[in-house]
Structures are given as C-alpha cells and as structure tokens.
C-alpha cells in the first residue's frame, strides 16, 4: 500500500517561502507518479503540483506556475513542494497523493493521502 507522511507546513507571511516535504513508503517512487493537493477553507480540495513516474515532467496548476517547484529525491523517498512568493490564497492543508500515476498527471487524485499539512500564510 502507497503510504504518505507531509511535513513541513507553517505560519508564514505574505512573500516568504516555504518547503512541503512528503515522504513515501510501501512503492517504488520511480514506478508511481506523485502529487500535491490542497483544501482551503471552505473550498474543494484541489490540484497543486505532479511529478510523473519518470521524474521529466511536471505539471502545476495556474495559479502556481513560476512560483511553486515539485522535485523528487529517489534515494531519500521523498517529494518536496518549494513554494515561493505566497499569497493569502495559499492557505490550505496541502496533501501528497498516489496511486494512479495516470489521474495524477492528469491532475486529479489517486487512490491514497497523506495526513495533510497546514500552510497559513497572514500577515
């Protein structure tokens, strides 16, 4: 069973940066494609970012481009999320997915999440 742990969510204001980091068991993290979702307050969960099975390609959701990397480290089994320039709008609990590398990549989830990490960005 795919199995996910995040970690890394914060207080954080306006501007700053901050890096989600997602550990991986129970698979192979070159066989699966991976993904970062989020819920904001009273919002549907939805996508953030995906790394495929191959670690080339990336996929982000608009309202994240140029300000949010996804990357991967094999030897680690884990997946981070480096989020730069947060706004307001990035408050959520942001969670890791898998399960279904063809959804992912399509930007919708696979069968197992994570826990969740809160990220709240005030001022």
């Known amino acids: 069973q795919l199995q996910f742990v995040e970690s890394g969510g914060a207080l954080v204001e306006p501007g700053e940066s901050l890096t989600l980091s997602c550990t991986t068991s129970g698979f192979k993290l070159d066989y699966y494609s991976v993904g970062w979702f989020r819920r904001a307050p009273g919002k549907d969960r939805e996508f953030v970012a995906a790394?495929?099975?191959?670690?080339?390609?990336?996929y982000y959701e608009d309202s994240v481009k140029g300000r949010f990397t996804i990357s991967r480290d094999i030897a680690k089994n884990t997946v981070d999320l480096q989020m730069n320039a947060l706004n307001l709008e990035d408050t959520a609990v942001y969670y890791c997915?898998?399960?279904?590398?063809?959804?992912?990549?399509?930007?919708?989830?696979?069968?197992?999440w994570g826990q969740g990490t809160q990220v709240t960005v005030s001022s």
């Open positions: 790394i495929d099975w191959r670690g080339i390609n990336t």
């Open positions: 997915n898998g399960g279904g590398s063809t959804r992912i990549t399509a930007r919708k989830p696979g069968e197992y």
